[in-house]
């Protein structure tokens, strides 16, 4: 038996020897960015010493725990997790369905050319730089004299000072990351509802069934495998808040809401050059990040028999 | 079938090759640290002036900046070739993008991914992180191929002090910025304070009423009072504005008393919450905006530009070349401008404003580098006095003339800004230039120049640079980013009136718990041996 399977191996190595050569390039691109890399993690664990190089990582000091401790010892630590889940949580509830409702949306419009144009004006912010975008933020809202303001005020309603309210601070982060992605984000989607036989339409439209039904047992049933598969690859990075963003908009009048691990990593670990404080607190971000992914896969199965791995 | 398989093997070996091609490890070689000769090869011998070898091919290579200017090619300025080509060597830039150089040469330092015998820091090394890491040579032990260098120290003893790091030595070249002048300073709209027939204020009681006629009025006479902002100021500026009024230091927040005790402005229970009250007066009233937290100078600019708000608060060579010009009737004299007055004063405590540390951009000569001495000897011509008259004034007959009595002025074409950064005016990005009143006074304004001038006597030193011990950045690093985050947050809060200043004490205890002390005692420790190095 053993002879049996060592010789249908070999069979196949030799029968798929191309493609495996094909592939080859994407294992060590993995191996290389991704896998190697980890090795560096054991720097969360060292006093890493500055101009020492990859071999200094495993030369420094070890400290066990210590940075662990430091970023668990701040009074600030459970502000800063929660801040951060949240906004990630709060984009994703509000962020996640809008690319799917809209690539539905945009699939059932009849005309070609109106449906290429309001694609494309969609995905266009995406690719505004988050500089750019925090800049128009700031102007729309400013109090005296933003557009959004001077409307509130057209209105008869008082000028809502935005950018210095905490309670303001997850809408306008999460409106304004769907507004600029959701166009973007919404090409998958499009994609996989472009891939639905058009027979199953023509059968469906011999039965009868209108517009809604069509959506609701055709179009979403359909893709609901990569609805699934975006939801649990999204939720790998439900403590990974964009750091750019946050910087750019926040100011001590939103720590409250706004101060996110990132923020505080940044100001921590990297302005003073503790570069092995910001692995650590990148270790706890990943650590925390791997076990939703886990989870949510593992629930995934379990509800709709559909998983990643 | 055959064409097949020699496509998809080469096409995999041309994927794999060129993922690899980006993994190239940066190997530094021991660095050679030998005797100091001063002579080169050739037997010539440099001592202050060009060239600093004779030896034919010598050359250095240089991490340092871009410019700031996007279409300034500092490499190939004439100034940067002049110096470059007078020294009597070659260079090899490796310049990165002025805006990402802290982002991008950090990690490049930390990793030792460094191939340059010159390279100008990312940042000022204040935790000695690069000194401790033997990544630089100590130039005082090259001070006899350093005459301009080592000469200069001396002339500057409050440099010296600072630059000395906690071995003893020296490590770094410094730029030098302007201290004393051109720093952040209080300015008017003169039109307004015309019209409301004021003078400069000079006490908080005059200030706040000056706010008061401004917001009443129509200032700008466009029909409404509705839309004057008195003031607009950024919040990283309130400290600078109204902390000395208040007896507080609050730009850095230690300070010193005069027996040398050092002590944490913000935690002081008196003064601090008395500018606290004041602040939150102005910001009940109406006088400080709402939206102060999250102004930005473009917002400053544009409601300038409208003529929408009288007092502004910023570096001095804002007031002529960024608020005033944009002014709708600005006509290039001071009647029409923003112009600088002096500090505000309470009744307890004269005012003044908080300066800037001297020391600029600092280059350090590899430890790994080969070529240790002559780097040093480049260095030390780089920052000769005729290197930097270059710097501040350019080429001699093409941006500016000296007369006969020896004072040197642009010329026309100097007033050309474009053609004086690609001329390579001041090159703080590529050398260690020293910034210079007189040639900044002859760029701005005649007004500007004046009144930097008369605001120079207000102007008082900041808390100094001061090198850390090992142990001391640790308790900085652990302490100081909490302080600091609950600092200025329950500032805002009290100013904003989110919180209620009745609970101001427990605001005081709060700082206890973030083991302010600890952090005392160590810059009390760097305060004392500061003043020692300066012989206080």
Known sequence: ?309 | MKKKQVLAMSMAAVMAAGMLAGCGSGNESAGSNGPVGGADSTGYTYAGEAPITKEDGASLKILAQTSNYTNVDIASAEIVETVVADAGITVDWQLVDYANYTDSVSPMLTTGNVDADIVLLPDQDQNQTYIKSHKFVALDEYFSVMPNFSKWLDANPVIKAELTAEDGHIYYVPGTNVGKDYQPVLMYNQKWLDEAGMEAPETLDEFVEMLRYFKEHDMNGNGSTDDEIPMSIMADYLPYMFGPAFGLDIVSGFQADADGNVVYAYADSENFKAYLEFLNGLYEEGLLEVEYTSLDRDQVIERMSKDLTGVAFDFSWAMSMMYSNVLPYYDGTADTAFVGAAPLSSADYKGYYVGRVELGNMFGVCASSKKIELACKFLDYAMSEPCQTMYQWGIEGESYTVDASGNKSYTEQASDNDWLQQLGINPSFVFPAQQSVVSTDALVADWHAECNAWQQQFVVDPWPFIYSTAEESEVINTYMVDIETYVNENATAFITGTKSLDSFDSYIEGLDALKLQEVLTVKQNQYNRYSEALGK
Not at chain 1, 36 to 56: E, H, K, V
Not at chain 1, 171 to 196: C, E, K, L, R, T
Request: glycine share 6%.
């Open chain 1, 1 to 309: 038996m053993k002879a049996e399977t060592k010789r249908r191996w070999k069979k196949n190595l030799k029968r798929d020897k191309y493609l495996l050569i094909m592939i080859l390039p994407v294992v060590i691109f993995y191996l290389v960015f991704c896998y190697f890399p980890m090795t560096g993690l054991y720097m969360a664990f060292t006093d890493y010493r500055i101009g020492s190089g990859l071999a200094g990582i495993f030369n420094s000091d070890f400290v066990g725990l210590k940075w662990f401790q430091q970023f668990f010892g701040s009074v600030y630590v459970w502000r800063l997790v929660r801040n951060t889940f949240l906004l990630s949580f709060y984009s994703l509830i509000f962020g996640f369905p809008i690319p799917i409702l809209f690539a539905v949306a945009v699939t059932q419009l009849q005309r070609k050319g109106i449906q290429k144009v309001v694609q494309v004006s969609t995905y266009l912010p995406y690719f505004i730089s988050t500089v750019v975008v925090c800049g128009m933020i700031k102007n729309f809202l400013s109090p005296s004299s933003g557009i959004i303001n001077q409307f509130l005020n057209v209105l008869g309603i008082e000028s809502i000072n935005f950018m210095s309210m905490p309670e303001w601070f997850r809408p306008i982060y999460v409106i304004s990351g769907s507004w600029q992605s959701f166009g973007f984000n919404s090409i998958i989607f499009v994609a996989a509802i472009m891939g639905i036989s058009p027979d199953l339409y023509e059968a469906m439209k011999m039965d009868g069934a209108n517009k809604r039904q069509v959506i609701w047992h055709l179009v979403l049933p359909s893709i609901k495998p990569t609805i699934i598969l975006l939801l649990i690859m999204t939720l790998g990075s439900m403590m990974s808040v964009g750091f750019e963003k946050v910087y750019l908009l926040y100011n001590t009048a939103v720590y409250e809401t706004a101060d996110v691990i990132q923020t505080y990593v940044y100001r921590q670990g990297v302005q003073s050059n503790n570069y092995s404080y910001a692995a650590a607190v990148g270790l706890f971000n990943s650590v925390v990040n791997f076990t939703i992914v886990f989870a949510a896969n593992k629930l995934s199965r379990k509800i709709t028999d559909t998983a990643i791995w």
